[in-house]
């Protein structure tokens, strides 16, 4: 699967992790909306959820500051699908639910879809990518084995209602 970020490059780039994806040449960076591919977009404000029914080879997120991250950042073509519940292990969030960084986002995308390998690999550049599917082992076995969205997210009501 092939994985590429349109990077708005308006966050810490010591800390980015789409930069540093992109160095080991696990990701590929756009500077603009026209010139990122069309494949499954990774939104937080997506109507459905990510499930393995959204087979795809282009999974696509958006690499911004948590605090520009608004609805309209979001204008990429493709297919617009939110992650379910997961937390971050990235030192910056770490705990927080919803709160991933891009390579978070773009692993959890990965295992969703069955790509658990892949998913280990880009997260293997960070001291923390383990920890990462370790804190989120049960619930992203469990989306992966979903049928659609609406299966995915009445899974995620369940860690929802904790």
């Known amino acids: 699967m092939d994985l ?35 494949g499954v977009v990774l939104n937080p404000h997506a109507e459905r959820a990510l499930s393995p029914a959204d087979a ?12 520009s991250a ?7 073509p493709g297919e617009h699908r939110a992650l379910p519940y997961l937390v971050a292990a990235n030192p910056v969030n770490f705990g927080k639910p919803f709160r991933l960084t891009t390579v978070e986002a773009l692993a959890a995308g990965l295992t969703i879809l069955g790509d658990r390998s892949h998913a280990e690999r880009v ?37 929802l209602d904790r």
């Open 4 to 38: 590429h970020v349109r990077y708005a490059g308006d966050d810490d780039p010591e800390k980015c992790t789409a930069r540093k994806l992109a160095r080991f040449d696990l990701a590929e960076l756009h500077r603009s909306d026209r010139g990122t591919p069309y």
């Open 56 to 67: 795809t080879e282009t999974l696509v997120a958006l690499d911004c500051s948590w605090e």
């Open 70 to 76: 608004g609805e309209a950042r979001f204008s990429l």
């Open 123 to 159: 997260l293997s550049k960070f001291t923390w990518g383990e920890t990462f599917l370790e804190l989120n082992d049960e619930p992203l076995r469990r989306y992966a084995d979903c049928d659609d969205s609406a299966a995915v997210v009445a899974v995620q009501g369940e860690y």
